[in-house]
């Protein structure tokens, strides 16, 4: 078992682009979870979602961030435009459930925004 | 809201049991007592749960307290590599895990 496959493992982009953050989730985990992890703001979830659907997104910032999970295997975080309040570590976890016996977390993507 | 409430700082000596406490004073009938660590530049790991009955696995023990309010995570011979945040959460089985600040644990040579 490979785990939770986050990609980049870093990325560095200028202010305004397009950044796009992936994740695969454990084979046969049914739900998906996206967090952010900053030194002010500590870990935040973002997004959830259970079988592809997204459930609660009450902790997505703003507009610019989006998240989609078009089948089982894959996820995607886009940001756009990106602004240098976005740098921060972002982790994907994935669980079996709701995660009754705990989440599986990748090694997260850290985002630099210039 | 934060539900719990634990040290920000701890040091414990190589070899030693490490006892991490948690406060939990309002924590509801439905609700697990979860522990996660993460070790530095990595993603969080789940440790262990449970609901009212003591827990052991093979990375830690967890003591909860007969009224619930409060909890311990006891790591029984500490190594280096058991330095990293550690983070108590309570919550429902089928809701979502928020993270609070931890408590930073130090093993020491």
């Known amino acids: 078992d490979a785990g939770v496959i986050q990609s980049p493992r870093h990325e560095v982009t200028e202010m305004g682009q ?4 992936r994740c695969k989730p454990i084979s046969g985990h049914n739900s998906l979870f996206w967090y952010r992890q900053t030194m002010m703001r500590g870990l935040e979830l973002l997004i959830y979602f259970n079988n592809n659907v997204p459930i609660d997104d009450s902790g997505m910032p703003e507009d610019r961030f989006s998240a989609k999970m078009p089948n089982a295997s894959f996820s995607t975080l886009k940001i ?3 602004e240098p309040r976005d740098s921060a570590v972002y982790f994907c976890a994935s669980s079996w459930g709701t995660g009754e016996n705990g989440y599986t977390f990748g090694s997260g993507t850290r985002l630099t925004v210039v | 809201d934060a539900k719990t409430t634990q040290p920000t700082s701890m040091d414990c000596a190589e070899g030693r049991a490490a006892n991490l406490p948690c406060n939990h004073s309002t924590i509801s009938g439905n609700e ?3 522990w996660y660590r993460q070790i530095h530049s990595q993603g969080p790991q789940y440790i262990i749960h449970g609901l009212k009955n003591n827990e052991t696995n093979e ?3 967890l003591i909860i307290t007969e009224d619930r309010k409060s909890s311990t995570l ?4 500490a190594t280096l590599r058991d330095t990293a945040v550690y983070y108590c959460i309570v919550r429902p089985r089928d809701d979502k895990i ?3 600040k931890g408590t ?3 093993i020491l040579p």
């Not at chain 1, 397009?18 to 953050?21: F, G, M, S, Y």
């Not at chain 2, 006891?74 to 011979?77: F, N, Q, S, T, V």
């Open chain 1, 80 to 82: 756009q435009p990106s």
């Open chain 2, 74 to 77: 006891i790591l029984p011979h």
């Open chain 2, 32 to 34: 697990y007592v979860y």
């Open chain 2, 59 to 61: 990375m830690a023990s």
């Open chain 1, 18 to 21: 397009e950044v796009t953050l």
């Open chain 2, 98 to 100: 928020i993270f609070g």
């Open chain 2, 104 to 106: 930073r644990l130090h």
